[in-house]
């Protein structure tokens, strides 16, 4: 990338507003499930998978195309596409006239969404410095808990203020202006246009180490996607509407702190020698220690601020997987097939979208939110094991790069 002044602080920026426009109009379905659930007459399973979890599987479907056609054309071309295709199939949501037509649109929203993953971890990696590449990766996905911040803090007011359906379209707009955003500063890096080396692909496919780091993923993301449901939560135990996305918003906002923190930890244990997955390991399991409490506190009805505290807290663990678990991809992948890689990792990663249907499944069985929270706990926990298990398992040495493993 050619771009005047420090590039990367520019390319950081952009992205961190892009996620925040992707974010609102993910999140922005979690405090409006329990008014699209009253309206349509529908059951919590059924809203949690027509209304949260078929977003997902748009999303993770797009995963490998896009990150493959990145390599292949151009990150920015399919970056691009994106905001403007979430942002016009967020306005047909609050457009739709039945629930057939909300869950077509919200699985049209993941697949446009689909299409940023891949390519924007693939910039940030191709311009960031070495030495800060575990901070470049975290404050650049800051803005997915800033957007989901706000599309909890704002879905809750602003629904109660205008109604469900004008709060889908008023927070499409900052999509478009992602949009603009991307065709005025982005660049696409040198490796797009190239010929692809399919040999190299093959080996992600192959790679033990790939797989584990996937496996995390899609430990975290099942938890992540669990706390949908928290604003419904809430509301069971007595709370308003808008007091829990209030209070469900710090999770969000938790990972600018979070990032920043995580990320800078790692860069420095490299520094000194050591790798970044022993770090990455213990995040993941404090992540879902903190899903634990949080469920005990539930059961017990605890105080409203012992809760908002436990669900910053498991904010906070969640989203400092990411800075360290993107650099440690970064590191151990060529950078001629960054796009696929990230979109691999996030394709199984989002396979665990699926659970706020599956939590909705369990409430409905059970009458109860807590068996499902509790399974949100303990597939966490596998992912953090998982990532304890990279190459050199349980051991604080440098992850070994992909190139390593296959001469």
């Known amino acids: 990338m050619k771009l005047r002044l420090q590039s990367y602080i520019l390319v950081w920026s952009v992205m961190v507003f892009v996620w925040v426009a992707n974010y609102i109009t993910?999140?922005?379905?979690?405090?409006?499930?329990?008014?699209?659930?009253?309206?349509?007459?529908?059951?919590?399973?059924?809203?949690?998978?027509?209304?949260?979890?078929?977003?997902?599987?748009?999303?993770?479907?797009?995963?490998?195309?896009?990150?493959?056609?990145?390599?292949?054309?151009?990150?920015?071309?399919?970056?691009?596409?994106?905001?403007?295709?979430?942002?016009?199939?967020?306005?047909?949501?609050?457009?739709?006239?039945?629930?057939?037509?909300?869950?077509?649109?919200r699985l049209m929203t993941g697949l446009f969404q689909g299409t940023q993953f891949g390519n924007d971890r693939a910039i940030i990696a191709s311009v960031t410095p070495k030495d800060k590449m575990g901070l470049g990766?975290?404050?650049?996905?800051?803005?997915?808990?800033?957007?989901?911040?706000?599309?909890?803090?704002?879905?809750?007011?602003?629904?109660?203020?205008?109604?469900?359906?004008?709060?889908?379209?008023?927070?499409?707009?900052?999509?478009?202006?992602?949009?603009?955003?991307?065709a005025l500063f982005l660049r696409d890096a040198s490796r797009s246009n190239q010929v692809i080396n399919r040999s190299e692909i093959r080996t992600i496919f192959l790679s033990r180490d790939h797989w584990l780091l996937n496996l995390a993923a899609f430990g975290t993301l099942f938890a992540l996607w669990g706390i949908l449901w928290i604003p419904n939560i809430l509301v069971d135990i007595g709370l308003d509407i808008a007091l829990a996305s209030l209070i469900t918003s710090s999770f969000g906002f938790s990972s600018v702190p979070a990032l920043i923190f995580t990320g800078l930890v790692s860069d420095k244990l490299v520094k000194k020698g050591f790798g970044r997955k022993i770090w990455l390991g213990c995040i993941i399991i404090l992540f879902a220690i903190t899903i634990s409490l949080l469920t005990y506190s539930i059961v017990v009805k605890a105080d409203v601020l012992f809760i908002a505290l436990l669900i910053f807290s498991a904010g906070f663990w969640q989203w400092g997987v990411w800075s360290v678990l993107y650099s440690i991809i970064a590191e151990i992948t060529p950078k001629s097939i960054h796009?696929?890689?990230?979109?691999?990792?996030?394709?199984?990663?989002?396979?665990?979208?699926?659970?706020?249907?599956?939590?909705?499944?369990?409430?409905?069985?059970?009458?109860?939110?807590?068996?499902?929270?509790?399974?949100?706990?303990?597939?966490?926990?596998?992912?953090?094991?998982?990532?304890?298990?990279?190459?050199?398992?349980?051991?604080?040495?440098?992850?070994?790069?992909?190139?390593?493993?296959?001469?």
């Open 26 to 105: 993910r999140t922005v379905a979690s405090p409006a499930a329990p008014f699209i659930r009253n309206e349509f007459g529908i059951s919590y399973e059924l809203v949690g998978f027509g209304v949260l979890s078929i977003l997902f599987l748009g999303y993770f479907s797009m995963q490998l195309p896009a990150g493959y056609l990145g390599d292949k054309i151009g990150a920015k071309k399919i970056l691009l596409i994106g905001p403007i295709g979430w942002g016009l199939s967020t306005i047909l949501t609050g457009l739709s006239k039945n629930f057939e037509q909300i869950s077509a649109f």
């Open 137 to 182: 990766q975290g404050v650049s996905f800051s803005g997915l808990g800033i957007g989901m911040g706000l599309g909890l803090l704002l879905g809750g007011y602003l629904i109660k203020w205008i109604g469900w359906r004008q709060t889908f379209i008023l927070l499409s707009i900052p999509s478009f202006v992602a949009a603009l955003l991307i």
């Open 339 to 407: 796009g696929t890689a990230y979109g691999l990792n996030n394709f199984i990663g989002q396979i665990g979208g699926f659970s706020p249907w599956i939590i909705g499944l369990i409430r409905d069985y059970t009458g109860s939110f807590v068996p499902a929270l509790l399974v949100c706990s303990i597939i966490a926990s596998t992912g953090g094991l998982s990532a304890l298990c990279v190459r050199p398992p349980f051991r604080a040495k440098p992850e070994i790069r992909l190139s390593e493993k296959f001469t």
